[in-house]
């Protein structure tokens, strides 16, 4: 029979046509990623981001000027700010709350001039609330004791937010400068998009006041990388960050202004996906989205510093009731209301249930979870799609124990039951950001382009 396809090599696979679409020969999604502006694409730093030039590529093949595009899985809103400066208009919708603020500021068109003005405010308000050069330089090797740091919130009247283990995330004196810079935005008078926009670079700059390492994709950790930096004396200065954060957001918002272009709307949504039928108002006429991997990044996790901070949650018991709605995340409980509907798998699914009943049975669950859940989406855009239109999936293959799962051929089967196959191109991923070396082994170099139209 030959050598069993999930074992093949990446390259081999790229140019194989599926079991399922034999006709459907993959060719090379060909793009041009050269000489262009970042525009607000970098605003915050989002893991697994969809590739901007990808993005693009594909709006200009499945859509036209004016059409609407939906994307269900929105992320850091790659495609709304495409769309927008491709004559679209878009609609971004995602459960994790941080995306959807990172979307609907990142797409929102700006009166640079005023914003500036705005900017400038801050920057004098906090220049008076800055430490010295000299403070800062003692405060690599020795923190503000409990007794200092209650003394400054305190005094100062600073709110700060109810973070699980605060003091292993951040240094007390990094907990009050931060304290002071968010109270400074909250109290500016100002427009709301203006105080949006610099509550957004006050977000990005979270993670890197931290002593949680910036770089891994899989969750949040204090790894052994970032202890060595404390032993070595690490200088954490959150005002130097900020300033730093707003004149370079400054620059790209100014950038994404003039490229816009006129008339084009944006809307970004929290919203479960396998409900999304609920929350969307219009018919769509072409879906183009990058959903999530099978366990490969916990944006739950990823998210909690910057979740408390912007206060889209209060308590732990509040932001757990968000967690049913993550798809692709490990640790799915068996009961699960997902789990007790009577929903059959295909052969690939049906394969892979029992590997994992075998070799992994702790992630049963979850991969369960993932596919109903991804069939439910695929229905509810069967329920907002033009007919004529295009669901356009983007998708690398997962590991699991080592094992290449194919994920963009289980797509294919999942979405059979509502919609056909009838293109399908692939491309490899040169952004190492967009890897998930750290978790799962998960090390995806290449990612596949799948196009759907809805069946008759």
Not at 136 to 159: P, S, V
Request: proline letters at 5%; one cysteine or more.
């Amino acid at each position: 029979m030959g050598k069993d396809p999930l074992w093949l090599n990446s390259d081999t696979k790229n140019l194989m046509a599926t079991e399922q679409h034999p006709e459907i020969v993959p060719m090379q999604l060909e793009f041009n990623s050269g000489g262009r502006e970042k525009l607000t694409h970098y605003l915050f730093r989002y893991p697994a981001k969809f590739h901007p030039p990808v993005a693009s590529t594909l709006i200009d093949q499945f859509s036209s000027p004016g059409d609407w595009i939906l994307d269900p899985f929105c992320g850091s809103g790659t495609v709304l700010v495409e769309a927008s400066t491709r004559g679209r208009n878009s609609l971004g919708l995602d459960c994790d709350p941080i995306a959807v603020f990172v979307s609907r500021v990142k797409s929102h068109r700006f009166d640079v001039d005023k914003l500036k003005s705005s900017a400038n405010k801050i920057l004098d308000k906090l220049t008076t609330k800055e430490r010295a050069v000299e403070e800062y330089e003692e405060r690599k090797w020795q923190d503000m004791t409990e007794e200092e740091y209650r003394a400054e919130i305190e005094a100062n009247g600073l709110w700060v937010p109810e973070i699980p283990k605060l003091h292993h995330w951040f240094r007390r004196y990094v907990t009050v400068d931060m304290a002071r810079i968010l109270g400074a935005i909250l109290s500016e008078d100002c427009p709301e998009t203006h105080r949006d926009f610099l509550r957004l670079c006050f977000c990005s700059i979270i993670r890197a006041c931290s002593n949680a390492d910036p770089i891994p994709v899989s969750g949040l950790e204090v790894t052994a990388y970032m202890k060595e930096k404390e032993v070595r004396g690490r200088l954490i200065n959150p005002f130097e960050r900020f300033r730093h954060t707003l004149t370079r957001s400054l620059n790209a918002a100014e950038d994404f202004s003039a490229a816009r272009a006129p008339g084009t709307r944006t809307v970004a949504r929290q919203c479960d996906a396998t409900k999304l039928a609920n929350k969307v108002r219009r018919t769509i006429d072409c879906v183009i989205t990058s959903p999530p991997y099978y366990t490969a990044v916990d944006y739950y996790r990823r998210h909690q510093l910057e979740m408390y901070w912007l206060g889209f949650t209060q308590t732990q018991e509040e932001r757990q009731k968000l967690i049913p709605q993550y798809i692709g995340r490990r640790g799915v409980s068996s009961q699960h209301p997902t789990l007790k509907e009577e929903v059959s798998f295909g052969p690939l699914g049906t394969e892979w249930v029992a590997r994992l009943e075998k070799e992994n049975s702790g992630q049963v669950s979850s991969f369960k979870h993932y596919v109903l859940s991804m069939g439910k989406v695929f229905q509810e855009l069967s329920r907002v799609l033009n007919k004529s239109g295009k669901v356009v999936v983007v998708i690398g293959n997962s590991k699991v124990k080592g094992a290449e799962m194919p994920t963009a051929d289980l797509v294919v089967e999942i979405a059979g039951t509502t919609t056909r196959l009838v293109d399908r191109s692939w491309y490899h991923i040169k952004n190492k950001y967009m890897s998930y070396s750290r978790n799962n082994g998960a090390d995806i170099d290449t990612e596949h382009v799948l196009v759907f139209q809805p069946k008759a």
